[in-house]
T-cell receptor, first 114, second 112 residues
């Protein structure tokens, strides 16, 4: 089954404790992206990647890091989480090229930073 | 930059028709998407418009006017399961053309 998976789905942590949220897709998509979703603010892009070893900042990159060493994986790293990073996080992927390259979203990771 | 506006909430009756509007101001335009998102779930793709006009897909249709910076999503024969948030997203022109900028979403409640 074609899908985007994220782990963990739920995480409660404390300020300053480094964490990684994994994202993997099995559709051979070149493009991958991370979003956070907050009430009243909608989906905002954190980082995106056009292909392996090609990443760039989105609209709200502060406090986050990403890497793209393999095509299928795009982990999101919070080196020193803070309470304002409490949010619902979505990973998404799409093919590159073509006009109608819809993004496929993972199931989401609900993160709480105490 | 991008600015996308949608109504925050709407309510409609089961079996009726509802139109959700989206207006945008962007520095470049390379397509508009509509996504559906049920509470606590991932967004799922509904429609894509890049040329002016109406795209129909079953009970859902989406319209685009590039000159007016305006789109709408039309849902016919509403069902209770259509209660969800509907997200309008714009793709810019340029190097980051695979990026999407999302509006804040319209929460639709379908009532009996």
């Amino acid at each position: 089954e074609a899908q985007v998976t994220q782990n963990p789905r739920y995480l409660i942590t404390v300020t300053g404790k480094k964490l990684t949220v994994t994202c993997s897709q099995n559709m051979n998509h070149e493009y991958m992206s991370w979003y956070r979703q907050d009430p009243g603010l909608g989906l905002r892009q954190i980082y995106y990647s056009m292909n392996v070893e090609a990443t760039d900042k989105g609209d709200v990159p502060e406090g986050y890091k990403v890497s793209r060493k393999e095509k299928r994986n795009f982990p999101l790293i919070l080196e020193s989480p803070s309470p304002n990073q409490t949010s619902l996080y979505f990973c998404a992927s799409s093919i590159a090229g073509g006009p109608n390259n819809e993004q496929f979203f993972g199931p989401g990771t609900r993160l709480t930073v105490l | 930059g991008q600015n996308i506006d949608q109504p925050t909430e709407m309510t409609a009756t089961e079996g009726a028709i509802v139109q959700i509007n989206c207006t945008y101001q962007t520095s470049g335009f390379n397509g508009l998407f509509w996504y559906q998102q049920h509470a606590g779930e991932a967004p799922t793709f509904l429609s894509y418009n890049v040329l002016d006009g109406l795209e129909e897909k079953g009970r859902f249709s989406s319209f685009l006017s590039r000159s007016k910076g305006y789109s709408y999503l039309l849902l016919k024969e509403l069902q209770m399961k259509d209660s969800a948030s509907y997200l309008c997203a714009v793709r810019p022109v340029g190097a980051g053309s695979y990026q999407l900028t999302f509006g804040k979403g319209t929460k639709l409640s379908v009532i009996p």
